[in-house]
């Protein structure tokens, strides 16, 4: 989800921008937090995210000059972004550092290859991949690493694609949801991208496709309790942030009863190994 804040992201620095920072060491620490905050919640992740929309990934595959056959969907968590490649057709292997969501991976995608690692040492060999994937999750990389190894897997001419599903913020409900939940909360946003470079790399295109995650309220709920910026959150702060969140989603129309569709647009960028 888009929290409000975007960064900019480039090689040669892990975040170069994320609202007002005034502390450097605090900000580590606090982006450590978060970046580790998911396993706990696997299960819960795993029923809630939203997944990817088809022909998002397929624009990002048509960045590679050459029929893209085999990817890596680096940092796969729970297999969200996973089951979408699987569903194109390709052979698909993930890699994620976290135990606990691999596990969850593997318990929901048995026939996929999964390992165990992280973006800054991929488990694989020299260009053996045709598209590296990174859903919802580039943010949390080393970046100057993280490309390096992204480069030495790809295949020349290969494409790496980056993704994030974010509030549609043209909905005024969804924005107001968001709002109520996000810029309350104390907590640096680390989602998204503005600025993107690499070396070894051809400059990246974007390319946002509109989307939408099938909810209730307390699901959608769920789903963003999943969040890192909740995850790590007092549970006090975090309990007032739903009761209210719920409380909205209870005067709204659209979503006062029943199912809804929770409006996103998933942004991608890509961009053409050298």
């Given at each position: ?15 170069l921008?994320?609202g ?18 998911f396993g706990?919640?696997a299960?819960?992740y795993?029923e ?6 088809l ?6 595959m048509s960045?590679?000059d ?15 972004l996973?089951e ?9 292997t ?5 135990a606990?969501m691999?596990?969850?991976l593997?318990?929901?995608l048995?026939?996929v290859?999964?390992r165990?690692?992280k973006a ?11 598209a590296?994937f ?9 970046l100057?690493?993280?490309?390096a190894?992204i ?8 494409v ?10 043209s909905v005024e ?6 709002r109520?939940?996000?810029t ?6 680390l989602?998204?991208e503005?600025?993107l ?8 295109e974007?390319?946002?496709?509109g989307?939408s ?5 307390e699901?959608?709920?769920a ?10 959150a ?20 659209e979503?006062?009863?029943g ?5 996103l647009?998933?942004?991608?960028s890509?961009?053409r190994r050298?």
């Amino acid at each position: 989800m888009n929290h409000g804040n975007r960064i900019t992201l480039t090689a040669s620095a892990t975040v170069l921008e994320c609202g007002v920072v005034t502390d450097p060491t605090a900000d580590a620490e606090l982006h450590a937090r978060r970046a580790s905050s998911f396993g706990g919640q696997a299960a819960a992740y795993a029923e809630h995210r939203p997944d990817y929309p088809l022909a998002a990934l397929e624009w990002g595959m048509s960045g590679a000059d050459h029929p893209v056959r085999e990817v890596l969907d680096l940092a796969a968590g729970t297999g969200k972004l996973t089951e979408g490649l699987v569903a194109t057709g390709r052979s698909v292997t993930a890699v994620e550092p976290d135990a606990e969501m691999l596990a969850e991976l593997t318990r929901l995608l048995p026939d996929v290859p999964a390992r165990l690692g992280k973006a800054e040492d991929i488990p694989l060999a020299d260009a053996s991949v045709d598209a590296v994937f990174i859903g919802q999750a580039l943010h949390w990389f080393d970046l100057a690493p993280a490309f390096a190894e992204i480069h030495r897997v790809l295949r020349p001419g290969g494409v790496v694609v980056a993704l994030w599903n974010y509030d549609d913020d043209s909905v005024e409900w969804a924005r107001r949801f968001s709002r109520l939940l996000f810029t309350k909360a104390s907590h640096q946003v680390l989602d998204g991208e503005q600025e993107l470079t690499a070396e070894g790399f051809g400059p990246f295109e974007r390319e946002q496709f509109g989307h939408s995650h099938r909810r209730t309220t307390e699901s959608l709920l769920a789903t963003v309790a999943t969040h890192s910026a909740l995850l790590v959150a007092e549970p006090e702060v975090r309990d007032h942030l739903l009761g209210q969140a719920r409380a909205y989603l209870h005067t709204v129309p659209e979503t006062a009863r029943g199912e809804f569709d929770y409006p996103l647009v998933t942004t991608v960028s890509r961009a053409r190994r050298s």
